[in-house]
């Protein structure tokens, strides 16, 4: 899938006077690696070391000398050292006056330091144009040439020409550089390398949470009790029947999450009156949580389909049915086909499958190259339209399939309810909002006040006049 | 996945000497969220105002002056107004001279005037430098940092100074400007916002008007047919059966017309005698929408695999088996095995699950950034030969399954044939007509066709000349 | 989801005084693409021909003149010829001066010239500023505007400002290009187009080779030895009991081949005591292509699960289980339950599931736009710890499965062992290897060594002066 032919194929040899030279400082891993893959790329590359020797590590056809030396063959200075040992540098500020310094540094943790590596050796080295670039890349990935999830080259500056060049020199090595502005751009860029899935913590624990709950509350309730009082041995359930209960229940509950957000906000407008005070903080937050929780909830409902699909594979039921039908056969008593049972149980089948397609829809959409491809009308149209007709469908899913039995008093166990009644809470109470919300009479003042129309304003005034403008 | 940590880590505080200010007309919506994230991003803002009073509702830090004195403190001026307000823009044609004015306007319908907002401001102030930007970003998205799906900022100008300018302030307010070329490109960049899958339409309509006649045929067919003749009530197949026997038929039509256009072309080439005419409008549109059909007969594809898996888990299915072999048990008849009825039942299997298998991969590599990442030569490989691929296994599946039924009278009812019949139709013309197409008589007149030859053709002189050409 | 109302919308007229004139040398099929391009874009056309006569092939607009007299009307000219009439240009010389050359040319092979057409063109008329563009294109989808494989226009060239210009063009025409660096780059850019998934090519004949010798084993072992020895045809066992015997054989083994690779080289490392000596090649390009294997193996496993959740449809087993019972039924035998095998199934099942959600996740985070959207450390996390995970859960899922079989002599068929042994070899070979790996003692020598420790180093000096590297 990806271009590789310049990590494989051998260069033509270029004369060495039409070679640019490019200068790094510091013979580590990353140094190292920046200066093969430009030497393979065209460039003629000169080191500069504390300690002038060549080394076999170093990649043949390079040269090694000191620090000042070397700064004076190029331009261009990849100071591929770490922060702690920039002082140095200072010493070079002469030689270094109006040189592109590339600073190619990672801290250990975010936020390591209150400004950021670039911005630190731009006040040490005033004289020159500090471009930060190449520090995402793996020193690894840069050798073997599999850039698979590293192509991407975060540059950012204050000097537009030397940010330039950076970004030829990156796009020359085969990178696609991402021109992030100025300089002070470098703190989030170097914090980026070290995050691990930050938007993804809080609704991954709160599913892994979910499920460790309802994991209990089933072994408890199915397991357990049936130990206790039929002495009957059924933990095998713990392999495929419990998953596949709590499987669709955290799915459910995630999806519902995800719009619980949406209507609370719109009884928070309509409380207020206006749109012009701020959601409190955990509002924002859980907004911009919502495709996680969905992306969760679509893998609970994935293997959902799954463990259902498998039913008719399982000995366990296999045994069942056979005996079951045996039973039947010795006794010949004849089994009366009940239509309403079939209409309940293809019911709830259908809604499902639905179901679980346009949440498949959903998620499809929430890939980045799909998303960047459709506008925000169309975005807005599929989360929000498609994303309710899921959230119906799924819960009339549930509702129908535990049917009868929500009643029954002898699904209540140790006064404990069955689990879908408890995964039909926030889900039902989601949808019986909404639908209040979208009743003519409220959803005609919720538009006004999205228009910027205030309920008892003193800004009344501003907010008209703010009808002429976007 | 998306890195979103300047949307919620606090900046450090930037000294206002090293700030640019940007100057916003208008206090409306977009206006106040452009100004908040400019503000978040270190710009100094100042808004244009009628009334130029501080109000509650705009960012803290923002300055409020008349248009004129506003305009005077930057020379970016984002015009956020309704474009039926602009008049007032010529009293400011002094001021504006040489100015940038960035139009972030939007129409409320696609072409709703003759000229684009963007070109209509260049002519109301002459002097200045208009660019389009902005313009289909949400306001909600760019207070809250929720920009997954409008990150994209299409950037258009005929002043490429200035349309540098607005690409860089894009980048430091984390979006990606993409620039769309010269002024003229901004009807186009207007009209976007207001899209509504504009491709999707012919397709959506076709796949439901196709589901529909299926449905009510099937229904007639089946239900209704069996409730008059033997007064039987299986409406309940109305849930899960039909469902099943819509979407294979549905799915299998819709892939056939994904291929059909190609053969009509390549016979109306072949008839014709030259390339060199344009097909007539209704297939080049048919041609251009060929990938939304694909995905919509995938999606289709996706409810029968769903909708046969469950087929063993429904209550009517256990409850037929299960008679069925009582009945079996209780007669003591046996059950002989039949092999070519395994063959036959495994074979349409088999076929249907490699039919499904290459389907699923033609819908991963339509995906934007899987097309993005292969070539031409590659693209057309999988489109067309893994489709054709799929296309005669769905096919194959199809007839073995509708197998011996075909030709049976008792599957006529009321003089309605089998589904499977209709459905067949098409997809069997196309392969017919296909594997005539690559006959190698045929196929070397289309080669040449394709590589520039005519048949009787005066301009075959210039077309020998093409020959050199590429 | 594209945007393709450029293609469809009819252009406002632009009066001919702002239009710029760009000249097309040849008046091929791809010359006369552009140029339709062009002038529906707003450019005005002028072609180059050897026999300059306007003829009907030629879009409606454009100018027909000699190369001469073309080449003096504009600034940018099309050279869109076949290498090999390139001569002919050295007569031009002296009007080419100075003038930007775009070279749309390919080859019909991989490296088919030692340099590339676009440095050879350079080298016909060293006066002129030639830039490589447009070849990617394909003549027909620039005529249709169907662009979505090939909306990527990669541009190359030494003179920067000329490269810019050839960029603006593009983005007129509304598509995407991509700087890739100086004219050096043409020969991979003339590469790019005549490739076919080259990286896909090891591993798909490597799966290929899998699948047949898998699936001869098994004929021989299962229908051919039932045959010789009972006399019982089951050769409709090759539809769907032998492909799901394969599939999930061939799977396992590719996604242990994605790891092999990696303890390999560890213990390449661990032997030779430093990191600093290259991996054999074979190793280097076995690493290169894991996402492929991996991926392959992705298909396999989707087919495993399909053929197995159709188990249950088939006649055969229908058949089978439906004489078991009525045997039942018939003898009056009582069918005792086995907890331990409802323990064992349900185990197999569930491991077998969780093992191909994960493996389903590494697939999706493999998209391009995916592994774009995560930094390195969040690829590295997914694609070794989620795909360790997934091994040990494929690897359980195939020990549980084949259980007890393993060890019973009447598995051995012909002195054939059952293909789980054959599959289990690799998986389990890289899992206890890379189980010792991780051993405390091991695990912190490995550290060491990847930090730059070297066991018995000369350059030890040079290892410690890389501490204050990166």
Redesign the interface.
């Known amino acids: 899938?990806?271009?590789?032919?310049?990590?494989t194929?051998p260069l033509?040899m270029?004369s060495s006077e039409e070679r640019e030279t490019i200068c790094i400082f510091?013979?580590?891993?990353?140094?190292r690696s920046l200066g093969l893959r430009m030497l393979q790329c065209?460039y003629s590359i000169v080191f500069g070391?504390?300690?002038p020797?060549m080394?076999?590590?170093l990649p043949k056809g390079a040269d090694v000398l000191s620090y000042s030396e070397a700064a004076q063959k190029s331009d261009t200075i990849i100071i591929?050292?770490?922060r702690?040992?920039y002082d140095f540098l200072t010493a070079l500020t002469e030689v270094l006056q109006g040189k592109i310094l590339v600073d190619?540094?990672?801290n250990l943790k975010v936020n390591q330091y209150?400004?950021s590596n670039a911005e630190y050796l731009a006040q040490l080295v005033p004289g020159a144009h500090v471009v930060k670039a190449f520090n995402?890349?793996?020193a690894w990935?840069l050798q073997?040439?599999?850039l698979?999830?590293?192509?991407?080259v975060f540059v950012c500056g204050n000097d537009n020409k030397a940010k330039q060049k950076v970004m030829?020199i990156a796009?020359?090595l085969g990178l696609t550089p991402l021109?992030?502005?100025?300089l002070?751009?470098a703190?989030?860029i170097e914090?980026?390398?070290?995050?691990?899935?930050?938007?993804w913590k809080v609704p991954f624990y709160l599913s892994a949470c979910l499920c460790v709950f309802f994991f209990i509350y089933c072994v408890i309730r199915e397991v357990i009790y049936s130990y206790v009082n039929d002495k009957k041995?059924i933990?095998?359930?713990m392999?495929?029947?419990i998953?596949n209960r709590v499987c669709p229940m955290v799915a459910l509950i995630l999806l519902a999450v995800v719009y619980l957000p949406g209507v609370i906000a719109a009884i928070l407008q309509l409380y207020r009156g206006t749109k012009?005070r701020r959601f409190p903080d955990w509002l924002?937050?859980w907004?911009?949580c919502r495709?996680?929780l969905g992306l969760l909830g679509l893998?609970f409902a994935?293997?959902h389909?799954?463990?259902?699909?498998?039913?008719?594979?399982?000995?366990?039921v296999?045994?069942r049915?056979?005996?079951?039908?045996?039973?039947?056969?010795?006794t010949?008593k004849e089994?009366p086909?009940s239509?309403s049972?079939?209409?309940l149980?293809?019911?709830y089948?259908?809604l499902g499958?639905?179901g679980?397609?346009f949440f498949?829809?959903l998620g499809i959409t929430?890939?980045?190259?799909?998303?960047?491809?459709?506008?925000?009308?169309?975005?807005?149209?599929v989360q929000s339209k498609l994303g309710y007709l899921t959230l119906i469908l799924c819960t009339a899913h549930t509702l129908i399939y535990g049917g009868k039995r929500f009643l029954s008093p002898s699904s209540l166990r140790w006064y404990l309810p069955s689990t879908h009644i408890i995964a039909l809470i926030i889900p039902c109470t989601v949808l019986v909002i909404k639908f209040i919300l979208i009743l003519p009479c409220i959803d005609k003042v919720l538009t006004w006040i999205r228009q910027?129309w205030e309920r008892s304003s003193k800004?009344s005034?501003?907010?008209m006049?703010?009808?002429?403008?976007?």
């Open positions: 899938m990806e271009k590789t032919s310049t990590d194929l033509t270029i510091g013979t580590g891993d990353m140094g065209g070391s504390r300690t020797r080394s076999s590590l591929a050292i770490h702690e040992h190619v540094s990672n209150p400004e995402t890349l793996s990935a073997s040439g599999a698979d999830a590293s192509r991407q030829d796009h020359t021109d992030q502005g100025a002070r751009a703190k989030e914090n980026y390398p070290l995050q691990l899935f930050p938007m041995d933990t095998f359930r392999a495929v029947s998953p012009y924002d937050r907004m911009l495709k996680q893998g994935f293997l389909v799954l463990y259902t699909l498998v039913i008719p594979i399982r000995y366990y296999r045994w049915l056979g005996n079951a039908t045996a039973t039947q056969a010795i010949k089994n086909f239509t049972t079939a209409w149980n293809d019911s089948i259908s499958i639905l679980f397609f498949v829809l929430s890939l980045p190259s799909v998303s960047n491809s459709v506008n925000w009308r169309e975005f807005r149209f910027g800004s005034e501003s907010a006049n703010g009808k002429t403008d976007i």
